[in-house]
């Protein structure tokens, strides 16, 4: 299985900043994505990152908000921009091993004053 | 639109109590399900899935989930919770849509097990 690892880990931001999350797999995936987990709610999937190409947003996502890079195939990270408290969440990277399984990294909680 | 419905927010049961979960989805091609469980404080870890072959399929802890496709259904189920099964717990489906893999995820259903 794969294992996942996430910065920051919580972090609290202000308004109208932007936050750069990173994540990092310890091997080669082809499929990554982000997740936002809003609180007391479920995963609403952002957007989908596979190396080499530019992300696919879900609806309701877009890349200007939602900046996402792939530079590489362990590696990931999604910014949030000009954030607001609405913003304030989990977000979660999640990768598909070659055994059609997806794993999830441990978030980073982030909350907008 | 694809969606997991999760119909059970709130379960409270007493410890050796049974446990069934439900999960109903809307998607008509082939699909693979998934239980998913969050513990206080923890992240996501994967509690059982189903692919193909027997539509029963058990999972870790003691966890089962039969897959009924003439109901769209995949629920979960346990014969004696333990307290430390109080978690939240996510159904989730893997289908193709729009030419990409997705997974979805219902809204979750948060289960107290008082000692």
């Known amino acids: 299985s794969a294992v996942i690892s996430q910065k920051p880990s919580r972090d609290i931001c202000q308004r109208g900043t932007s936050l750069t999350i990173q994540c990092q797999v310890d091997?080669?995936?082809?499929?990554m994505f982000w997740y936002r987990q809003q609180p007391g709610q479920s995963l609403t999937l952002i957007a989908t990152?596979?190396?080499?190409?530019?992300?696919?947003?879900e609806s309701g996502f877009v890349i200007d908000k939602f900046p996402i890079s792939r530079p590489n195939l362990t590696f990931s990270t999604l910014t949030v921009s000009n954030m607001s408290p609405e913003d304030s969440s989990i977000y979660l990277c999640s990768v598909l091993d070659r055994g059609n399984e997806q794993f999830f990294g441990p978030g980073t909680r982030l909350t907008v004053l | 639109a694809q969606s997991v419905s999760q119909h059970n927010h709130h379960v409270i049961l007493s410890e050796a109590a049974s446990l069934e979960l439900g999960c109903n989805y809307s998607?008509?091609?082939?699909?693979?399900l998934f239980w998913y469980v969050q513990y206080p404080g923890q992240h996501l870890q994967l509690l059982l899935k189903y692919f193909s072959g027997d539509p029963l399929v058990k999972g870790i802890k003691g966890f089962e989930a039969e897959f009924i496709k003439s109901k769209f259904s995949f629920n979960l189920r346990k014969p004696s919770v333990q307290w430390s099964d109080t978690a939240e717990y996510f159904c989730a489906v893997n289908a193709l849509m729009d030419s990409s893999y997705k997974l979805i995820f219902g809204s979750g259903t948060r289960l107290l097990v008082r000692p």
């Open positions: 091997s080669q995936v082809t499929m």
């Open positions: 990152a596979n190396q080499g190409s530019e992300a696919t947003y």
């Open positions: 998607y008509g091609g082939t699909v693979n």
